[in-house]
Every structure is written in structure tokens, then in C-alpha cells.
């Protein structure tokens, strides 16, 4: 009877080394690629976050000018800080 373990163990060994490679293997690099991916979609949606964060804050900056700046007309400020915003 334990004669009869010794193959039967050497060929579910190679079965399951068989399925590790032709299954196991390629799924796993699958699923790392997928990772990598969504990495690359993450990062450039906190790059454009941020982006806009900065046109906000830019945005706010010349706001809180306007309202502190006193002796001014608001109209000809606003219009002279559109002449100085970049362009995007």
C-alpha cells in the first residue's frame, strides 16, 4: 500500500506545479497589472486635485485682495487682475 503513495504524491506534485504555471502565474500578473494601473489613475487624479487646488487658492489670493484693498473701485480691480491671471 505505501508503495502505491509515492507515485500517486509525485504526480499531484507535478499537477499542481502544471497548474501553477499555466494558471497561478498569469492570473497573478493580471492582478499586478490591474494594481499598477489604478496606481497611474490615482496619481493623476491627485495631480489634477491639486491642480485645481492651486487655480482655488490663486482664485481666493486675489479675492481677499479685492475685499481688503481699501480706496479702490472693485470693478477696475477686477478687471485689472483678469489682465494678470495666466492663461491656461
Excluded: H
Excluded at 491627485?46 to 490663486?58: D, G, I, N
Amino acid at each position: 500500500m505505501s508503495e502505491l503513495w509515492i507515485p500517486i504524491l509525485g504526480i499531484a506534485c507535478g499537477m499542481l506545479a502544471v497548474i501553477g504555471g499555466v494558471f497561478v502565474k498569469p492570473w497573478l500578473k493580471l492582478k499586478e497589472r490591474q494594481l499598477e494601473v489604478a496606481n497611474v489613475m490615482a496619481a493623476e487624479k491627485a495631480a489634477q486635485y491639486a491642480a485645481q487646488t492651486e487655480r482655488l487658492e490663486q482664485r481666493v489670493r486675489v479675492l481677499e485682495r479685492i475685499v481688503t484693498d481699501k480706496g479702490i473701485i472693485v470693478a477696475d480691480e477686477i478687471e485689472r487682475l483678469r489682465d494678470e491671471r495666466p492663461v491656461n
